[in-house]
């Protein structure tokens, strides 16, 4: 490839719709930070030919255009997205050769590596059902000793996260469950007993406790914790405005101070 040098493009009348994680982009710039910025989330959802028509179409860099074609077709993952870094100049070049190499590292990850980072970028722009589907996929085609039971257990304590996050309770729970089951964590079974007052009505919390064999006054210590971070979201931040707050609303506000908390 060749050098670098800065180049000025405009921002897009139209801009590029990246669907995986519902963010627009308007010009190259944003486009190198969000390909920077989100390694494990660089592929055919992004690096195609929408994308290389756009840069061409709306930002007017055909040359561009036309290398990323020919990377669709003959080149790899790295022929596409270098180019449009250099293009720009948007980083140096020790940036960029430092992004480099650890593009090409992400590259010779193993396909559920990858799969699980992905998802794990999906959670953090808030695309919870694709990263739940995600997990699921890795979780269906596991082969016992391919990557150990410290990765599936880890899949399924991330898509806990991701379903709690849609106060989808019960859903975490039985993933936190079936972590626990895997890998003995204390962390994941002491969330676990936290979940479980969230969707389990009084008699059915205490049948599952007997059923667990879990210690009363640990099931109890853990309650508490969630009970303190709903009263939170009632207390000084919320209690000038609380009343006047439809129901939804004030769902949506417990859900953020739940999810910020956890």
């Known amino acids: 490839m060749g050098g670098y040098y800065l180049c000025e493009t405009p921002r897009a009348r139209h801009p590029y719709y990246v669907e995986s994680v519902g963010l627009h982009l308007w010009s190259v710039e944003e486009l190198c930070y969000y390909m920077k910025e989100n390694l494990y989330l660089l592929d055919e959802t992004i690096l195609n030919e929408e994308l290389a028509g756009w840069l061409g179409g709306e930002l007017g860099l ?12 003959s080149g790899t993952p790295s022929d596409f997205v270098l180019p449009i870094f250099e293009e720009c100049g948007y980083l140096s070049k020790e940036e960029f050769q430092h992004f480099r190499e650890e593009f090409e590292q992400v590259l010779i990850e193993s396909g559920d590596t990858r799969k699980k ?6 959670v953090s722009y808030g695309m919870y059902i694709r990263a739940i589907k995600e997990y699921r996929q890795l979780l269906e ?15 399924l304590e991330n898509m806990a996260a991701a379903y709690a996050r849609l106060f989808r309770f019960e859903e975490a729970a039985d993933c936190l469950w079936e972590s626990y089951n895997t ?3 204390r962390k ?3 969330n676990y007993l936290r979940l479980l007052p969230l969707f389990l009505s009084e008699r059915r919390y205490h049948e599952r406790l007997e059923q667990i064999h879990a210690d009363r006054d640990h ?8 009970a303190a971070i709903f009263a939170e979201a009632q207390s000084s931040r919320f209690a000038q405005e609380w009343d006047s707050l439809a129901d939804a609303e004030r769902l949506e506000k417990l859900k953020a101070d739940y999810v910020a908390c956890t």
Do not use: H, T, W
């Open 117 to 122: 980072r992905k998802a794990d970028y999906l």
């Open 219 to 226: 099931a109890a210590a853990m309650r508490e914790e969630v």
């Open 62 to 73: 055909v040359r561009l255009e036309k290398i990323l074609y020919r990377a669709l077709e």
């Open 188 to 190: 994941v079974y002491e």
């Open 141 to 155: 085609k596991r082969a016992p000793g391919r990557l150990g039971i410290q990765f599936y257990a880890s899949v």
């Open 183 to 185: 890998l003995k964590s």
